[in-house]
């Protein structure tokens, strides 16, 4: 692997334009001293838009990503558009992928961005070869594909369209409300292949959602965009992880954030309790120490050492609580009614994701 130093003085920011094109809406770009070592590398840009974030622009060799055999994940080809995420979730289950980049989980996974800017070309090189089997394809499962880059670099709508036209079912979870965007699009994808939609919304508290997921859109918001999404015909499921023990996992949080899911005309909720890996174990450990001291001793009860997963009591505790929930809020797989004619083979068809799913977002 190359390591590149990289110096540019009044760039400007031509969005996934990677030939150089004219980009007549970008901005001025500031000068830059970075160091990147990302194969693929073009070059390093920093915006006033973005304050403290760096992307770096890559051409990327691949698209599809084989998921490894033996995972418990219900697809077995996933496309990333993005390294890193600006949604800067504390939990985020994704940041252990940054170390090979020799970037740091915490803040460089939260900030130096990497941006596959040939992304959709290459996919659709890869979706005509003979071999494709048009297997189901996920987006957001490492990283979120509608995270605030996506304005600028919009690379979604080509790898949407490049799935749709050939053939490929998708689905698509993210947290960003960016997603409105491309509903027309995703619309008419799913009159082609199976499509689903999932937000992830978890944290119903403005304060300790600003605090735990400092780069996202308010859970208000991401609600609006379900609801502009179900009103649009798309059913739109939603991910309710991670529940966060003592914080989060309380009747009332949960029963009012199921309320408001159910008003917002969500068709179901997956839920899952906190998964901490070891990359993201001292960061959230370090947030939980300034924001909820009094928490520390709880926590490490539930995650001591190296283990990731909450144990099989309080998982049983939690499900004991939610499910009843849940049923209640009519929001369990299959309750809602069929989306319309253009979409009935969208439903049902994404990610059958178990209760317990290790999290995703
Ligand atoms: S949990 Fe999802 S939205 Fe949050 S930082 Fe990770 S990838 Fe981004």
């Known amino acids: 692997m ?24 970008a901005l001025p770009g500031l000068a830059l001293a970075e160091v990147a070592a990302v194969p693929g590398h073009l070059r390093s840009v920093r915006t006033p838009e973005f304050q403290g974030a760096v992307f770096h622009e890559v051409l990327a060799k691949s698209a599809l990503n084989r998921v490894p055999g033996g ?29 090979y ?11 130096q961005i990497i941006v596959k800017v040939n992304v959709a070309e290459v996919l659709r090189r890869e979706l005509h070869r ?34 749709s036209e050939s053939g490929t079912p998708l689905s698509i979870l993210t947290k960003g409300t960016l997603l409105r965007r491309d509903l027309p699009l995703i619309s008419e994808a799913a009159d082609r292949v199976p499509v689903s939609l999932a937000m992830s919304i978890a944290v119903g508290d403005p304060a300790l959602q600003q605090s735990i997921e400092p780069g996202t ?31 989060t996992d309380s009747t009332a949080h949960l029963a009012r954030l199921l309320s408001e899911i159910r008003e917002a005309g969500a068709r179901s ?27 520390l001793p709880a926590y490490r009860s539930l995650y ?7 144990p099989q009591a309080y998982r049983r505790e939690l499900a004991a609580r939610i499910r009843p929930l849940i049923r209640r809020y009519g929001l369990e797989r299959g309750e809602r009614p069929a989306p319309p004619p253009a979409l009935a083979r969208a439903a049902g068809s994404g990610p059958s994701f178990s209760p317990e799913t290790p999290t995703l977002f």
């Open 101 to 111: 980049l020799e970037l740091d989980t915490g803040r460089d996974f939260d900030s």
């Open 217 to 247: 859109p308010s859970t208000r918001a991401r609600l609006e965009t379900v609801a502009t999404a179900s009103a649009a015909g798309l059913a739109c499921d939603v991910f309710l992880m991670p529940v966060l023990p003592r914080l």
């Open 304 to 310: 001591p050492g190296s283990s990731s997963r909450a």
């Open 71 to 99: 995972s418990s994940m219900p697809f077995s080809w996933t496309v990333n558009p993005y390294r890193g995420c600006s949604h800067a979730c504390v939990y985020c289950f994704a940041r252990g992928s940054h170390r």
């Open 130 to 163: 003979p071999s494709w089997a048009h297997e189901h394809v996920a987006l957001g499962t490492n990283t979120d594909p509608y995270q605030r880059a996506e304005g600028r670099y919009r690379l979604m709508p080509g790898i949407i369209r490049a799935l």
């Open 269 to 295: 909720v997956m839920y899952g309790p906190l998964h901490l890996r070891t990359h993201v174990k001292p960061w959230f450990f370090a947030w939980l120490e300034r924001e909820h001291p009094e928490l």
């Open 2 to 25: 190359i390591r590149i130093y990289v110096r540019m003085v009044g760039m400007r920011w031509n969005g996934q334009r990677a030939a150089g094109t004219a980009d007549d809406g």
